[in-house]
Structures are given as structure tokens and as C-alpha cells.
């Protein structure tokens, strides 16, 4: 069975009362404010869209509050402290593994890969407990500006990508062009798209290409000549990465190498860079004259198209990520946010996320969970942790900072195969049972009307499913609830602890075999 076929069968209509897939051209909500008090299922969907999903007490707290409110609190002030690190081996030495004997190779490659396995988990972790969208919005940008651990025979070893975390984490709101200059002279981008290579006379393209093509611009807005142009401005920014190479900032931090700089004038886009002398071809002043210079020029002179790009980007992962043409009333208020915020981030997102479009019925339901986000929500829904997320993520084709190419994951239906999706069924099924008798009662007592048996399971079922069911489907799993039992005896149940657990975690096992678990 391909994805496709197996997606089909999954989302088939019909089946228990589950929805068939949906179409942008079903909604006609725009992007005007939405202004009413939020309800819990407004705040369920915001939690699961903007973040990885609710808390029973955190969607308590939010309910009855507007849109703008909620949302201000979850994106935060872009100032927030950085968490702590994942251990001493951040700042560990790793030496170069070409040229070394064969033991020392590989006990480099498997510390490099215990480290990243130490990385996915710590930052699934974080996922798990923000109750803001910090979080959401770094793995954002990391599918954005990605970077892989496994690459060309070659790695950007777990030590960089952390402080590329840390670098997305801190712009993931701020001013796009900031961002850009930031993640352009990251030590890991350096290494990952040949930047380090990248020399006078010697030009690396690699990067200038990217750099429009899949993260500026898109395709078309630019020429060969000023991809040329381009990387020579480029040019004479080095990765440190081994303990025998050059840190003059540090470890694992870029430097900067004014004898591999290009110093004569480029044209990009029509604009010209000046020339420079020995005396000012600093790293200072090269990264301010010349690289955010080659950024503004770019954002400058295609403003439309960057702010275009940026909004479909931005709305095809938190939104709905189906290829299909996105309808211009809702792209084009959101590239005229970009632009008007003069490519402040914060308000693109806060237009998004406080918008009628955004909280149009239609959208309920209509992405799959990407398996970070099936991972981790889960988890902070249960209250409930796996002791290796890293390993299930994997399992499900999305290791954390390892994408499959430079373009990221293709993601939309490509996340449930039939490899997949038994993956995401075991993992559902064992974190579930991983909960023990006390933390499962303690779930139980968090909803509202637990004793009512019938009341308790409606609002389980909208606390993990994304969108209402059918009234069959309901009956279906107060019976899985209950196992024949008349609805009346779940109080005396309850009195039982071990029973009451036993059926609540049969329950949420039933509700994670349905198609629309896989939703958000």
C-alpha cells in the first residue's frame, strides 16, 4: 500500500464519522480579526497549531480570554532566557576523524551520534513543558534554515546544531533580515551548504543559491550572475570544528579569514557593494557592509517577493500544508503584515494566529501532526515522557535537525506510510500504558464531570481529537470506557483506582487507533 492509498483509507468518510480530507477552497473565513471569546476548542486548536499542543490547566486558563491576548502570551517577548544546556559535552573537543585510525573513527561516529540522540531528546523535552510557543517556533525555523546532521559523508556534528538551536530560538520572532545574517555566518550553515569553503577566486555557490532560492526569495527572482555575485560576497567566513583547527572565537564558533575575502565591488540585483581595502576588510565591518548589506539589498528590491514567501511558508506549516494554491486574501494581508512591520517576524505570526481564518471550523483537523509534533504533544497531553522521543521521531522520518535535503521534509501526506503509521500506533499505545495507576487517576480528576461517565468521555475525546465526532463514534468509546457496563456504575468505578486506570488507559488506547488522532 503506497502513503496515498494508505492516507485514504485512514481519513475515509464514513468510517466512524471521520471527515475526508480538506480544501483550502472550503474556507472562506479571512484574515480579520477574530474577536470573540476564545472557547476550549478555539484554545485546544490554537495550542496544537501554535505550540505542541494543550495542558488541561493551561487551555483552562486561556479559555474566555480574546485571540490577541492568548496569543501575546504564547509568542512572548523574543527575550526569553535561554534553557539549559543538554550537558558538559556541548563544549566538548571532538577531533577530526579523516585521517584517523579506524577504532578513533568510529568511536568518533558513535559519540557524535549518542551526542545527537543526547540533543533530540533534550529538545523534545523542552517541546514537551513550553507552555509558550517557543519552542514551536525554533522547530519552525530549524525546518527553514535547515542544517543536516548526516550529510555528503560528512557531519555537522550535535555541538554546532546546538548552537544553531539556540541561534534560531533567539531570532524566531525578530527582524527577518537579523535572522538572516545570523544563521548565514552560523558555524553550522558554514559547514553544512560548502560556506567555509567558499574563498576568492575560489567561489563557493552553494549558499547564494540557497540563500534566495529557499530562503529568501523562491524560485526566480534573481539570475546566475547574481548567485555569482553573491558568493564572492560571501567569501572568507571559516567553520571552527575540530580541536586542530582555528578557534579565534571560540569553539565551534565561524571566524573570519580577510585573505580568502573577495575585496572588489559586486553587483546583485542591481545594486552595487563597494570595493574595499586592506585597511577595512575586517570581520566587522565585511559582515555589516557586505554580508547584511547583500540581505537588505535582497529584501530591499524583491520586498514583495520575500514577504510573499516568508507568509506561505510560515502559513503551509502552521496552517495547512497541502501544495494547492493558497487564496490571495489570505497571503496577501499577511506579506502586507511583513512588509507594514517592516520584517519584524512577531507580526506575521500574530496576524496568523489571531485570525478568523486560522480559527475558521475548516482548519480544525486539517494537518497531520508532523512526528515531532505527534511525539512531543503527546507526552505534554499525558503527562507522560518516554525515555528516548529521539529514537520514535526517527523511527518516524523526522530525526530531529537531520532533514533528508535542504529543502527540509516534504511532509504534508508524506507522514504516514505504512512504515510510519504503525510506528506512531506503537508509540501511542506504550506511552499510554506507561502511565501508572496514580498519574492515570490524577488525568482522570483534571476534566471536568469525571464522574459522569458519558460527559467524561466527551471531553477526553475533544482534549485528544481534534474535531467533534459523531454521535456513534461517541457511544463507541463510552462503551470502550465502560466494556458493557452501564454508564451509571463509572462513579463506583472510580472508587476502584486500579480499575478506573485500567479503563481510562484502554479508552485513550481506542482514541489512538483513529485516524484523526494523527491530526491537529
Not at 544546556?85 to 556541548?90: E, M, R
Amino acid at each position: 500500500m503506497n502513503r496515498r492509498t494508505a492516507l485514504r483509507s485512514f481519513l475515509q468518510l464514513g468510517s466512524r464519522g471521520i471527515s475526508p480530507p480538506m480544501s483550502l477552497a472550503m474556507v472562506t473565513a479571512g484574515m480579520e480579526p477574530h474577536t470573540d471569546p476564545l472557547t476550549r476548542e478555539d484554545v485546544y486548536h490554537l495550542l496544537r497549531r501554535a505550540g505542541f499542543g494543550p495542558t488541561l490547566a493551561q487551555a483552562e486558563s486561556f479559555i474566555g480570554k480574546t485571540a490577541s491576548e492568548v496569543v501575546d502570551e504564547l509568542l512572548g517577548s523574543n527575550e526569553e532566557a535561554a534553557p539549559t544546556s543538554p550537558g558538559t559535552w556541548i563544549d566538548a573537543w571532538t577531533e577530526d576523524p579523516e585521517g584517523a585510525d579506524l577504532q578513533t573513527r568510529n568511536a568518533i561516529y558513535a559519540t557524535w551520534r549518542s551526542n545527537m540522540a543526547l540533543l533530540g531528546n533534550w529538545w523534545i523535552g523542552l517541546m514537551t513543558t513550553d507552555a509558550k510557543s517557543v519552542e514551536k517556533m525554533a522547530l519552525f525555523w530549524s525546518s527553514h534554515w535547515t542544517s543536516e546532521f548526516s550529510f555528503d559523508n560528512t557531519n555537522s556534528i550535535p555541538q554546532m546544531l546546538y548552537r544553531q538551536y539556540l541561534t534560531l530560538r533567539a531570532g524566531r520572532l525578530s527582524d527577518l533580515r537579523t535572522m538572516a545574517l545570523d544563521i548565514t555566518l552560523d558555524a553550522t550553515m558554514l559547514n553544512y551548504l560548502g560556506g567555509t569553503f567558499n574563498s576568492k577566486g575560489k567561489a563557493n555557490e552553494n549558499y547564494a543559491r540557497e540563500l534566495m532560492e529557499l530562503f529568501l526569495t523562491g524560485i526566480g527572482w534573481y539570475t546566475e550572475g547574481d548567485v555569482k555575485e553573491a558568493a564572492r560576497v560571501l567569501t572568507g567566513w571559516r567553520t571552527q570544528k575540530f580541536s586542530d583547527s582555528p578557534a579565534p572565537n571560540g569553539k565551534y564558533e565561524s571566524w573570519f579569514d580577510a585573505a580568502a575575502h573577495d575585496t572588489g565591488a559586486k553587483q546583485v540585483l542591481g545594486q552595487t557593494i563597494a570595493a574595499r581595502t586592506a585597511d577595512n576588510n575586517t570581520a566587522f565591518q565585511v559582515k555589516t557592509e557586505e554580508v547584511l548589506r547583500l540581505i537588505e539589498i535582497i529584501v530591499e528590491t524583491r520586498n514583495e517577493a520575500v514577504s510573499r514567501f516568508i507568509a506561505e511558508k510560515v502559513y503551509r506549516y502552521f496552517v495547512y500544508s497541502s501544495h494547492e494554491a493558497i487564496d490571495p486574501t489570505v497571503i496577501d494581508p499577511l506579506a502586507q503584515a511583513l512588509r507594514d512591520a517592516d520584517f519584524e517576524l512577531k507580526a506575521l505570526f500574530r496576524m496568523l494566529f489571531t485570525s478568523k481564518h486560522f480559527f475558521a471550523p475548516e482548519m480544525r483537523g486539517a494537518q497531520i501532526k508532523t512526528p515531532i509534533e505527534y511525539v512531543a504533544g503527546l507526552q505534554r497531553q499525558l503527562g507522560i515522557v518516554d525515555g528516548n522521543p529521539q529514537a520514535w521521531v526517527s523511527a518516524m522520518d523526522q530525526p530531529v535537525m537531520d532533514p533528508p535535503t535542504v529543502a527540509g521534509w516534504p511532509g504534508y501526506r508524506t507522514w504516514i506510510s505504512t512504515n510510519t503509521y504503525p510506528q506512531r500506533r506503537d508509540f501511542a499505545k506504550k506511552l499510554i500504558e506507561k502511565m501508572n495507576d496514580t498519574q492515570a487517576n490524577a488525568l482522570i480528576a483534571s476534566f471536568d464531570d469525571y464522574t459522569d461517565a458519558k460527559k467524561f468521555v466527551e471531553n477526553v475525546v475533544a482534549y485528544f481529537l481534534p474535531m467533534p465526532v459523531s454521535a456513534e463514534r461517541m457511544d463507541f468509546y463510552v462503551n470502550a470506557l465502560m466494556q458493557g457496563a452501564p454508564d451509571y456504575d463509572w462513579p463506583q468505578i472510580l472508587n476502584d483506582p486500579s480499575a478506573a486506570a485500567k479503563r481510562f488507559r484502554d479508552l485513550l488506547i481506542t482514541i489512538s487507533r483513529a485516524p484523526d488522532f494523527q491530526l491537529c
